[in-house]
T-cell receptor, first 113, second 111 residues
Framework: ETGVTQSPTHLIKTRGQQVTLRCSSQ?????VSWYQQALGQGPQFIFQ???????GRGNFPPRFSGLQFPNYSSELNVNALELDDSALYLC????????????FGPGTRLTVL | QQQVKQSPQSLIVQKGGIPIINCAYE??????FPWYQQFPGKGPALLIA?????SEKKEGRFTISFNKSAKQFSLHIMDSQPGDSATYFC??????????FGQGTTLQVKP
């Protein structure tokens, strides 16, 4: 059984640029959720994807968008990067959209200069 | 109402001690309460989770105590070891798949 993987591990961008982060869900899982974790804080829910459709969104602006592919892998896209977007971006996969156990990947550390 | 408040922010115990981390919530629709452990540079790893129909759950050295009427739950780590030194997060969810996390507790277990 393969766990949740994310790429890249680290990324440095400048303000105004765009970034794409990638996530492969755990084998057999059809749901992917994305979280932003600022330094010293708990993860904050960005959005969830289930069967290629967005299924719930947290308090994040539209410049945060995502995709889910038929193999259940997912992308998080952030446009017009701001300094405050610097954080650890976590992907979690689960089997189902409800209160199911979510398994997190190692995250992508994004630094915006 | 969507917040989960976690305390203390940091905790230092001696090896063998029993650190206790507490969380409180307001939203009575929450029905799933997991605890995650996170090491520096890593993603959170699920430790143990509880649902409101039970008051206590044990898995190995980790125990969750749940008080539905007080809307509080806590994590106890029995016989703590230096390898338990990490940041611990409580979380809650209301059948939406959206986890609401507490602010985290940094635990240091001294040898």
């Amino acid at each position: 059984e393969t766990g949740v993987t994310q790429s890249p591990t680290h990324l440095i961008k400048t303000r105004g640029q765009q970034v794409t982060l990638r996530c492969s869900s755990q084998s057999g899982h059809n749901t992917v959720s994305w979280y932003q974790q600022a330094l010293g804080q708990g993860p904050q829910f960005i959005f969830q994807y289930y069967r290629e459709e967005e299924n719930g969104r947290g308090n994040f602006p539209p410049r945060f968008s995502g995709l889910q592919f038929p193999n259940y892998s997912s992308e998080l896209n952030v446009n017009a990067l701001e300094l405050d977007d610097s954080a650890l971006y976590l992907c979690a996969s689960s089997l189902g959209t409800a209160t199911d156990t979510q398994y997190f990947g190692p995250g992508t550390r994004l630094t915006v200069l | 109402q969507q917040q989960v408040k976690q305390s203390p922010q940091s905790l230092i115990v001696q090896k063998g001690g029993i650190p206790i981390i507490n969380c409180a919530y307001e939203n009575t629709a929450f029905d799933y309460f997991p605890w995650y452990q996170q090491f520096p540079g890593k993603g959170p790893a699920l430790l143990i989770a509880i649902r409101p129909d039970v008051s206590e759950k044990k898995e190995g050295r980790f125990t969750i105590s749940f008080n539905k009427s007080a809307k509080q739950f806590s994590l106890h780590i029995m016989d703590s070891q230096p390898g338990d030194s990490a940041t611990y997060f409580c979380a809650a969810s209301s059948n939406t798949g959206k986890l609401i996390f507490g602010q985290g507790t940094t635990l240091q277990v001294k040898p």
